[in-house]
């Protein structure tokens, strides 16, 4: 922050040191923030405001600024970059990991193909607001690609920022079984449950694993039936 204050540009100077000031002003700080957290981001998620200040970006200018304004030897140079980008994958791992559901993509697109197949077909068949409940194959990545298909669960956090936190404990609850009956199997509540849960949820698609024959026949029993397959997965579509 230092270097930056004497020698960054205006640019750089603007993004390190005049974000996070005002971002301290008007969020981060005593006074302001219990009223964000209780009004806005709801207090145990608070701490997602601190994304605001983005320390890798500004280490990996730092310290790529003075190497190259100190240093005039090429291979120091490039060795900065290296660092500056072993900064960023430091960063990116605690997101971008197995931890978060996240999993090596085998297309361009970076999202498994399941998600692709499923997506292009629920949008083109064009039913009005569909909604889809899927295993963790689905559930943070099909927003991705096909932003108007509602998800039923998409991460855990999720349900808590949105219900939980806001006073909505029973809809939270209700859509975690549902996630977990179709990634899982497991049933923690009657199937009548789940029948009264695909209804008050308005779920038009789901996302089951084709071995799981039993789950598909009782969906079926529900209303929905198999449209098409990909990969270990078979979409179910309400009648």
């Not at 005593?30 to 605001?52: D, E, H, N, Q």
């Not at 090429?74 to 072993?86: F, G, H, I, N, Q």
């Not at 997101?95 to 498994?112: C, D, G, V, W």
């Not at 909604?131 to 108007?148: K, S």
Request: proline content about 3%; charged content about 20%; hydrophobic content about 45%.
């Amino acid at each position: 922050m230092i270097y930056i204050f004497v020698w960054g540009n205006v640019a750089a100077k603007a993004y390190a040191l005049l974000v996070p000031a005002l971002a301290f002003l008007f969020v981060c700080n005593p006074l302001i923030g219990p009223i964000i957290a209780s009004k806005i981001t709801m207090a145990p998620s608070y701490w997602r405001v601190f994304w605001i200040l983005q320390m890798e970006i500004t280490i990996a200018y730092a310290l790529t600024s003075a190497v190259l304004r100190f240093a005039n030897r090429k291979s120091v140079e490039l060795l900065a970059v290296l660092v500056s980008c072993v900064i960023f994958v430091v960063y990116g791992e605690f997101m971008f990991s197995k931890n978060n559901a996240m999993i090596k993509a085998e297309n361009t697109e970076r999202l498994p193909s399941e998600v692709l197949v499923f997506g292009k077909y629920i949008e083109e068949s064009a039913v009005e607001d569909a909604v889809l409940i899927g295993g963790e194959t689905f559930a943070t990545t099909m927003r991705q690609e096909y932003c108007d298909i509602g998800l039923v669960y998409s991460r855990n956090q999720y349900l808590l920022d949105v219900y939980t936190y806001r006073g909505k404990t029973e809809e939270a609850t209700q859509r975690q079984e549902l996630f977990d009956y179709v990634a899982y199997d497991s049933l923690d509540r009657s199937r009548d449950s789940i029948r009264e849960s695909l209804k008050s949820l308005n779920v038009t698609h789901i996302a089951v694993r084709s071995e799981w024959v039993g789950q598909i026949e009782f969906f079926g029993e529900c209303g929905y039936v198999p449209v098409m397959t990909s990969g270990d997965y078979t979409l179910l579509q309400n009648r």
